[in-house]
């Protein structure tokens, strides 16, 4: 596998980054069409950057990065990995390398936002405007591998949610790191 800079990339290793993003996430969480998808990828590669996690010309998987903040904030959006080719490190792979590239532009910190849309934590379907903090702390997996899980294990920690994001009891759970060493 090489990581590699997705913009450097031919127009059919594109055309499967936006393949990823219609295939990649469960609905309808992800992107409904491959036009919508298209635009995604330009606009990712147009505002910031991103890498692709490639074996020869398959694309594995692949992350951008947004600037926020004038670039003291760095947004991982998105990453999406191969179903087939998933728990074998190269998400995590894919993550060292936009940490990398957000710090070489100034970052200060990492945040992203992961939706669950599909009913996976302790935050869905629930009234989270009663207790903001409370619903942070207890906030858990109800066994469906949400991936604020997988963000967890790389050092995330929630830094808050918006409810209803997505729809009724569709929460956006928002995560940061510092990018200090």
């Known amino acids: 596998?090489?990581?590699?800079?997705?913009?450097?990339?031919?127009?059919?290793?594109?055309?499967?980054?936006?393949?990823?993003l219609v295939e990649g996430f469960d609905h309808p969480r992800g992107w409904s069409s491959l036009e919508a998808a298209t635009r995604e990828v330009e606009q990712v590669l147009r505002q910031g950057f991103a890498f692709a996690a490639l074996e020869d010309s398959l694309l594995l998987g692949w992350i951008g990065g947004l600037s926020q903040y004038d670039g003291r904030v760095w947004e991982l959006h998105p990453l999406v990995v191969r179903?087939?080719?998933?728990?074998?490190?190269?998400?995590?792979?894919l993550v060292a390398a936009f940490e990398?590239?957000?710090r070489r532009r100034g970052a200060l910190t990492f945040t992203l936002g992961?939706?669950?849309?599909?009913?996976?934590?302790?935050?869905?379907?629930v009234n989270l405007y009663d207790d903001v903090p409370r619903h942070i702390e207890e906030l858990h997996d109800l066994g469906r591998k949400h991936p604020f899980l997988f963000y967890r294990r790389l050092g995330y920690v929630v830094t808050g949610i918006m409810p209803d994001a997505n729809g009724t009891g569709k929460p956006d759970i928002y995560m940061s790191k510092s990018a200090r060493l």
Request: aromatic share 0%; proline share 4%; hydrophobic share 30%.
């Open 1 to 20: 596998m090489k990581i590699t800079a997705l913009i450097t990339q031919p127009g059919a290793v594109r055309r499967q980054a936006a393949d990823l």
């Open 83 to 93: 179903p087939d080719r998933r728990l074998r490190g190269i998400g995590g792979s």
């Open 100 to 102: 990398e590239e957000a």
């Open 114 to 125: 992961t939706d669950d849309d599909c009913g996976d934590t302790s935050i869905s379907g």
